[in-house]
């Protein structure tokens, strides 16, 4: 029940930088986790970073020292910091938030790496 907002997609050039951040509002429950996921086209959606209210952090493999994902429990947010983009990176992120009352996703927020 959880209303979910991302921002800060855009296009970018290989190596370049994008900073992406998730809003939750509404019902307060209990969050168990928060994280980013990505979906380009003709792919399966799949999990880029993931972030606990303890702060321990989960990432794929394939960004894995260029994302860093981190959060502000107070502020109910959490944000995407991605360097050394690929254009393999292109895909629509979006943010997922799941807590005792269920799963609630953002409308997704595009990412295009091009030169």
């Known amino acids: 029940q959880e209303q979910v907002v991302e921002s800060g997609g855009g296009l970018v050039h290989p190596g370049g930088s994008l900073r992406l951040s998730c809003a939750a509002s509404g019902r307060i429950d209990t969050i168990l986790i928060m994280g980013w996921f990505r979906q380009a086209p003709g792919k399966q959606r799949e999990l880029v970073a993931s972030?606990?209210?303890?702060?321990?952090?989960n990432y794929a493999d394939s960004v894995k020292g260029r994302f860093t994902i981190s959060r502000d429990n107070a502020k109910k947010t959490v944000h995407l910091q991605m360097n050394s983009l690929k254009p393999e990176d292109t895909a629509v992120y979006y943010c997922?938030?799941?807590?005792?009352?269920?799963?609630?996703w953002g409308q997704g927020t595009q990412v295009t790496v091009s030169s």
């Open positions: 972030i606990t209210p303890s702060g321990k952090e």
């Open positions: 997922n938030v799941a807590g005792t009352a269920g799963t609630s």
